[in-house]
């Protein structure tokens, strides 16, 4: 089948080059569309509003920080962040430890179950939040978490379970059966299979879910505006505030929150790439 | 099914092959029970209770949330059939899955497949098309509001080009409103998307590719012939995510729009928070809410079935 | 992810955890009083606020007084939400506005009526101020407590420039507008045509042609046959068709209509004393003479109009705030001693709800010493009357009022048919 292709195709072997010419010309392109609103944002931080307006894209007459300072000090940016940081720190771990025992055995264990509790999940996509934000508040006052970050550790977790469990479990399907095996062999119990066979060879996947809750969680407000208060706020909460009063708006100090916010974002994400890489190749010498 | 498909634990090999079949089932459903209970009680605890009050609420006229509910059956429902902007919100929530949708996946699925080719500068490809996902709201909304405003980056630019009779008031031209939406979550979309195709897709062993080149295959081929419908279930749970964060989203419609002007950005979100949150008709919300809970089934329902026929190909 | 560095972050978030618990959390002690307002850092008001708050903590010790800041919109979604578990603070400053007008009949706040005369400051407040939190049978809400003007800012250079004075009625207008766009400048008016801002112009220039009892009847009630509110509604969009408001208009939001009248180059805008100490603002302040929107032929008023209100923000007292009445009964008398409103109103242009306020007119803002004096009259701002409902509906109609092409038998159904629809 690969030569007869390769016969129809023929114009595209060569073609590799020209798809990847291709590939590079759009990618440049689009990575420009994305660098521009970027850069955007990072010369606004500098400038006051009517040159943010006007002139949107000239670089800054000077190079002022005192917008940093400002959001610093208006709504202490660095604390939401740190608190930011916790909170998405503890739920994904929790998150982890939920999901991938239920992922794996949803997906590896044959059951008539496995097909049920998965509907079960995939429904939890479907719910607003709206619509569970007055009973989570009642639950949370009730149980004495009010307005403590540990109420959105323990909360988060239930909101990404749905997405985890089907990203996780998709991934794990897929993986050739030898693989409990060779555990078999070795005479592991279950617990043992999960954690040394498939917890590594699952890293892209795992990476995968933990970049996206990472976002949900670090981009969630209603829940964070409604069981925090203002000792403890989140980044969004902090950013939000940046715009509070009424109906002025300084475009700078909201770029300048932004850029700081941003920071443990980047830092996080350089840093799981990392991981990427040693975990992938930890998973092709094994073969 | 054959033995090497079931969890054989190695003490139970005396037993007779009846009693070995039974006493494993049950053995795979205790471990099943344990390793799934804790996630599955977390998740009923948080959501289906929750969920269940969304239904509840759907049959309720409720003004504020202070005030008294009174239950008026399926009233709200049978709104909907009375109700113009439900119609319209449907239409327009319409278009948006749609455009958004066909401009998003196709992309995506070539640019992650193009990342996985691990060419030179892939790393700071997959980075820098990450980063509309990381972007806070607040500064989205700052970026395309700069953008698309009247004297903004997107008409200067046409003016640069010489294309100044191509200026519109973006956000508030009726016939541009939503495009210029849509636009933003293609934008991001191309971009987020990408990378998690990026990952599914680097998971694939590189011998798969090499065999195909060595017999003459270009990327285009094994794109589309290798790697495809390897990705097909993968695809349909992308799909799946974008449809659902469309559907539900109201971000922007909220930042940028308000709905307008008139009723072009108006979506069956949008729709659901306006009524929450600004017209406070928490009955009437959760009806909506019902009804993306129903259509949301339903599409997760076909796309399965789509890519679970098209996987057997 | 191997053992230790699990390990690790499990510790660390441990201590993070414990130190966030020692730094959250409300210190008990003395009668606690929690304010929820939106007067932070970054509020003109700031400064005045928060040294009236620590004067007030340093003369009662026996009072623990708590303020939080929060963004103004959330503010009430977190009253609603807090009161039904019983978590709420005992004071709420947020805009006499919409919702909050349910507030008593659903237990979110107490009516003060009976805390006035008791704590005998009755007399004291502008019955002005008072009736904009009152409802219709008698209960006031709140203590009002912000008051501001909206007028219209002239840029008198720019209208100099082609040889017009302030346009007083709406043919002055159209006149000016065709002569600055003869002269090659843009429409004089600059408004917020996408967000709410520009829609409380439209409602400006529709109140000019009608009564205050007519206004609450149409924006209000939703009777859109009423003739002055059809001849307002033509008056718009006669303006907007003769080139008054600036192109694009519909396209403008809220920060981009400030910075162009900042640039000097627009000759009208509509903003709020909020804005009277703006950045933007700064370099055409010296040009700005502040009056009320133009008039129509045969409008029922003598003079250009503009909005003055108090429903901006009033001081709302909460079941757990009537819980501690005795302490929330010090705050709010000495809150409203007319030397802190003083305070308020020199620093930040704020206008006082109380009467006989010792204000050192040196230290006004000169913009908004302007207001003081300004020849025109006040029409009723429709935030007390108009429903929440058809807030957001009302929104959308404005928007698409101000795009051209646009007509004003479209915008009368689609006001007609958004009242209807909430009945």
Known sequence: MQTRVARVFKIFTKGSDLFVIGGYIFSIIYAALIIIPLYFIIVSAFKNNSQIILTPLALPSRLDFSKFFEAQKNVNVLRAGLISIVITTGAELLTLLLAFPAAYAVARIQTRLSTLVETIFSLGFLIPGLAILMPIYMMTAKAGLLYHPIALVILYPAFNLPLTMILLSGFMRKLPRELEESAVMDGGNVLQIIYYIFFPICMPGIITVLVLNFINIWNEYLFALILMDSNNRTIQLALALLRANQRSIDYGLIAAGVLISMIPVYIVFVFFQERIMSGMLAGAIKE | MTTSEKLIPLKEKTFSNEEYGRRNARRRRVSFFFLVAPALVWFLAFMLWPLLNMFYISTMRWDGLNLPKKFIFLDNFIKFFHDPKIAIALHNTGTYLLVGIIGVIPLAFMLGFFLSLRKPGYRVLRTIFFTPAMLSVAALAMIFLGLYRPDGMLNSFLNVLGLSSLNQVWLMNKSTALFSLIAIDIWGGIGFNSVLFFAALASLPEELYEAAMLDGAGYWTIMWKIAFPLMIDFIGVVTILQFLSILSGAAYMILLTGGGPGTATFTLGYYLYDQAFLSHRLGYSQAMGVLIFFIGIVVIVLIRRITSRLSRY | ?423
Not at chain 3, 78 to 89: F, G, M, R, S, Y
Not at chain 3, 225 to 234: D, F, H, L, Q, R
Not at chain 3, 259 to 267: D, H, K, Y
Request: charged residues 20%.
């Open chain 3, 1 to 423: 992810m191997n053992k230790k560095i699990f390990s690790i972050t499990i510790a660390m978030l441990m201590i993070a955890s414990l130190l966030l618990t020692a730094c959250g959390g409300k210190p008990s002690g003395p009668v606690t009083v929690t304010i929820w307002h939106n007067w932070g850092p970054d509020d003109a008001k700031y400064t005045a606020f928060k040294s009236i708050l620590d004067d007030f903590r340093a003369a009662n010790p026996d009072i623990n007084l708590v303020d939080e800041v929060y963004v103004d919109s959330d503010i009430p979604l977190k009253v609603e939400t807090a009161v039904t578990a019983n978590q709420e603070p005992e004071l709420v400053f947020t805009g006499g506005i919409g919702n909050a007008f349910t507030w008593v009949d659903s237990g979110v706040a107490v009516a003060v009526n009976d805390y006035l005369t008791e704590w005998g400051l009755a007399d004291k407040f502008l019955d002005s101020a008072i009736s904009q939190y009152s409802t219709a049978d008698g209960t006031i809400i709140a203590f009002p407590i912000e008051g501001f003007s909206w007028p219209i800012w002239y840029n008198t250079k720019v209208l100099e420039s082609v040889g017009l004075g302030i346009p007083k009625t709406t043919d002055e207008l159209i006149a000016a507008a065709q002569a600055l766009r003869a002269a090659g400048k843009d429409g004089p008016v600059v408004a917020s045509g996408a967000d709410g801002m520009g829609g409380k112009l439209f409602e400006l220039i529709l109140q000019s042609a009608m009564t205050d009892a007519e206004a609450k009847a149409s924006l209000g009630g939703g009777d859109w046959t009423i003739p002055n509110a059809i001849k307002g509604v033509e008056t718009f969009v006669a303006l907007r068709d003769a080139g008054v408001f600036v192109d694009g208009v519909e396209g403008i939001d809220y920060g981009g209509a400030e910075a162009r009248f900042g640039t000097g180059e627009v000759a009208m805008c509509h903003y709020g004393a909020w804005a009277f100490a703006d950045d933007a603002m700064k370099p055409v302040a010296a040009d700005v003479q502040l009056g009320g929107f133009p008039i129509p032929a045969g409008s029922p008023h003598q003079l250009p109009v503009y909005f003055k209100a108090f429903s901006a923000k009033g001081i709302f007292i909460t079941p757990n705030g009537q819980a501690k009445i005795d302490a929330v009964e010090k705050f709010i008398k000495f809150i409203f001693q007319p030397e802190m409103i003083a305070r308020l109103v020199e620093s930040a242009g704020m206008n006082p709800s109380i009467k006989d306020v010792p204000v050192d007119e040196s230290k006004l803002n000169p913009l908004f010493a302007q207001t003081l004096t300004m020849e025109a009259e006040v029409v009723f701002i429709s935030d007390t009357y108009m429903p929440g409902a058809v807030t957001t509906d009302f929104g959308r109609i404005t928007q698409e009022a101000f795009a051209p092409g646009t007509t004003a038998e479209k915008i009368l159904a689609d006001l007609a048919a958004a009242y209807a629809a909430i009945k």
